[in-house]
């Protein structure tokens, strides 16, 4: 295999060798300014810095994550699914499955919750420049995913062909609806949407069956491509087959995990897969370094 | 280690523990030695006078990263502020200066483990502030105990490392200090004349001998390529999950973070956690990257051996034999590791 990265490359932008940066755990406060119901267990929060000054010097990239936290229930990592070109805000969208976010679903807008971040490494945009990208997505996991999307077409010129191909289990489990809208009317995207065989309604007009069958089917042409995967577990290990299948190299292929965790420093020892620890030497990964680490995850 | 120049050794009167003390409760620092508890236990405690301090013991129950790393501690506070707001307060103000005197060497060795995790590229600020603020002064051990195997894990009953001085007690009489680092330099300082420079040619006393359990090398190079092996499975079938060894375990620093709170107050507490424990990794979902005994069993041994020299160029275990000593079921990273080891050289 030969790559222009070495094993684990990207650390996380604002870590240098030899420099310390302190954390005492105290989040910043965020104030709610508005909240989209995608799903009826996905919400998103769009949310602003209380500090102006924390505002301002605020600045993170795609694929980074965070520690919001519901002050009384406690903190939770979600990615930061807003595009870094975007400022002034961030946005998390959110899966309401336990405490925390189940907590942050009861939230308004104009309540404060806590933010620490951004943690952890980032999709690599550069080595994204100038190549055709695959974005494959899966149910929520489109959350990263937006984030690097948004920046790329932001910057659309310096990217070749993009192609957008997200699946969830039935129509109303699709996130972001609004913005699928706006990536099929542009002309300089290709979007797949689908929905798992069952989950479709009358009027769905995209298409029906899992992604990884709609990506075969779909056959994008591997060459001069770099791919982004995110979803569940199982559906990102058919979509590696699939994209094998397809003659895709997986060191052309990243994905998240997403470990538990809780410092997100790499201190409290919940998120490693091996000797890797997902909070500083991910979330991102290339799939191919993925598949040589002890399958933890 | 032991060839530290002879100007840093210093002769202590036979009451020098009582000058020190006396001496430091003057200056408003806090004393943490060993104290016998009513059943017969021994942990570091708060102490002002000589006669509390329990000098012949061989450890301490709870080892001495909790003086570091609180079994729980505030990490911020918050007040509820009208509707929907808080303010959040930090946490409790780190502890003032104390000196930590008579842990044991493997206990003050576990510092140079945990300085690696909690200055790895982030700065734990509550950890740093407790770390700058203690001076620990360990006493070398003259008569290990029998699950004690520092010698197996490259520490010794004498090793300096992690410790601003030690002190080389013989029964009450005078004793030897061998300082080493500004801080241990500045705790003899607090003696006064009941600590002399010793004589020229005062040698360091022989640490006792150990028998080598096992070769950490060897270790490492089974574990390299044996995270797929049956051993996992048979080793871990006793195990309760309890998670007593990771706790007693000067080394192990995993935490948990949560909140406790009432209505207008609440708490942000880190928690002493263990990867014995079930929930430890489970996701929301409900997927569990290690779902049961073995995996985490074999976590725990990998993360020690494996991982940790990895990342940290050391093994985190500094052989104080606790996880040997207070495994309810007799199952501990020992036992396992001479397996291991029978099974690297058959
Ligand atoms: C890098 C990263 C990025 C992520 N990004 C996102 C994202 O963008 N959006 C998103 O929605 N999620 C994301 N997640 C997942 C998210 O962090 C979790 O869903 C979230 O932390 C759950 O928190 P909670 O407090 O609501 O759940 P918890 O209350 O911790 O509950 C977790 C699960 O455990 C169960 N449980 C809790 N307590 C007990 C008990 N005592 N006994 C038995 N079962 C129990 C609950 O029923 C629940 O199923 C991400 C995770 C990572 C690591
Ligand atoms: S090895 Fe022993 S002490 Fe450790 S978790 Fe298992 S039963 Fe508890
Ligand atoms: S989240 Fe704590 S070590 Fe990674």
Redesign the interface.
């Known amino acids: 295999m030969t790559s222009e990265e070495p094993a684990l490359q990207h650390v996380q932008a604002d870590?240098e060798p030899g420099r310390?940066?302190?954390?005492?755990?105290?989040?910043d406060?965020m104030r709610i300014e508005a909240i989209t119901v995608e799903t009826p267990d996905v919400k998103t929060f769009r949310l602003t810095f209380c500090d102006a000054q924390k505002a301002g010097q605020f600045a993170f990239l795609p694929g980074q994550f965070g520690l919001y936290?519901v002050?009384?229930?406690?903190?939770a990592t979600f990615c930061i699914a807003s595009s870094p070109t975007r400022k002034g805000y961030i946005e998390c969208s959110v899966?309401s499955?336990?405490k925390v976010?189940g907590e942050l679903h009861q939230?308004?807008v104009?309540?404060?919750i806590?933010f620490r971040g951004p943690y952890g490494n980032s999709f690599p945009i550069d080595r994204m420049k100038g190549k055709n990208l695959l974005f494959i997505g899966g149910g929520i996991g489109l959350a990263p995913l937006r984030s690097v999307i948004g920046n790329c077409l932001d910057w659309r010129d310096q990217f070749g062909e993009v192609f957008i191909l997200y699946g969830a289990r039935s129509v109303d489990d699709l996130v972001y609806k609004e913005e699928l809208e706006t990536w099929r009317n542009r002309t300089d995207v290709r979007t797949l949407f689908t929905v798992d065989p069952g989950g479709e309604t009358p009027d769905w007009d995209g298409q029906v069956g899992f992604v990884p069958t709609v990506l075969e089917e779909a056959a994008p042409n591997p060459e001069n491509t770099i791919v982004l995967t995110c979803g569940p577990?199982i559906m990102i290990k058919f979509v590696l087959n699939s994209l094998t299948k397809l003659g895709f190299s997986l060191d052309a292929a990243y994905t998240t995990l997403?470990?538990?965790m809780?410092?997100g420093?790499?201190?409290?020892?919940?998120c490693?897969?091996?000797?890797v620890y997902v909070c500083?030497d991910g979330p991102v990964f290339r799939c191919d370094q993925l598949q040589a680490l002890?399958q933890?995850? | 280690m032991n060839d530290v120049s002879e100007t840093k050794l210093y002769r202590l009167e036979a009451d020098w523990l009582d000058a020190a003390l006396g001496a430091l409760e003057r200056d408003g620092v806090e004393v943490l030695a060993p104290v016998k508890d009513e059943d017969g236990s021994v942990n570091l405690a708060p102490v002002t006078a000589s006669s509390e301090v329990a000098t012949d013991y061989l450890n301490a129950l709870i080892p001495l990263k909790s003086v570091f790393m609180p079994r729980t501690e505030v990490l911020i506070e918050y007040e509820r502020a009208g509707v929907g707001d808080v303010e959040v307060l930090p946490g409790a103000a780190p502890a003032g200066q104390r000196v930590v005197l008579g842990c044991r060497p493997c206990d003050a060795r576990a510092l140079v483990m945990l300085d690696s995790v909690f200055n790895w590229d982030y700065e734990d600020v509550p950890y740093r502030a407790r770390r700058d603020s203690t001076t620990v002064v360990s006493w070398a051990c003259m008569d290990p105990g029998p699950h004690c195997f520092c010698t197996s894990v490259g520490g010794s009953p004498h090793s300096a490392e992690g410790s601003d001085a030690v002190v080389y007690l013989a029964g009450s009489g005078p004793a030897l200090l061998q300082v080493v680092t500004a801080k241990g330099a500045a705790f003899v300082e607090s003696l006064g004349d009941r600590a002399q420079p010793a004589a020229d040619g005062t040698a360091l006393p022989e640490p006792p001998e150990l028998e080598t359990k096992f070769d950490t090398g060897e270790i490492k190079t089974w574990l390299d390529e044996n995270f797929e092996s049956e051993l996992w499975e048979e080793v871990s079938l006793r195990c309760l999950g309890c998670g007593a060894c990771s706790f007693l375990c000067p080394t192990c620093h995993c935490f948990d973070i949560v909140d406790e709170s009432t209505w207008k107050h609440g708490e942000r507490r880190r928690n002493w956690d263990s990867c014995a424990f079930c929930q430890f990794t489970q996701h929301a979902s409900g997927h569990n990257p290690r779902p049961n005994q073995t995996t985490r069993c074999r976590q725990r041994v990998m993360h020690k051996f494996k991982y940790f020299p990895d990342r940290f160029e050391q093994v985190a275990c500094v052989g104080c034999g606790r996880c040997a000593q207070n495994c309810g079921v007799g199952q501990n990273l020992v036992s396992i590791l001479s397996r291991i080891q029978s099974e690297e050289k058959p």
Do not use: Q
């Open positions: 870590l310390l940066i302190p954390v005492d755990y105290r989040p406060k936290s002050f009384g229930a406690g903190e899966k499955a336990g976010t939230c308004e104009g309540d404060t806590g577990p997403e470990n538990r809780k410092c420093v790499g201190k409290c020892g919940r490693n897969v091996g000797n500083k002890p933890e995850f």
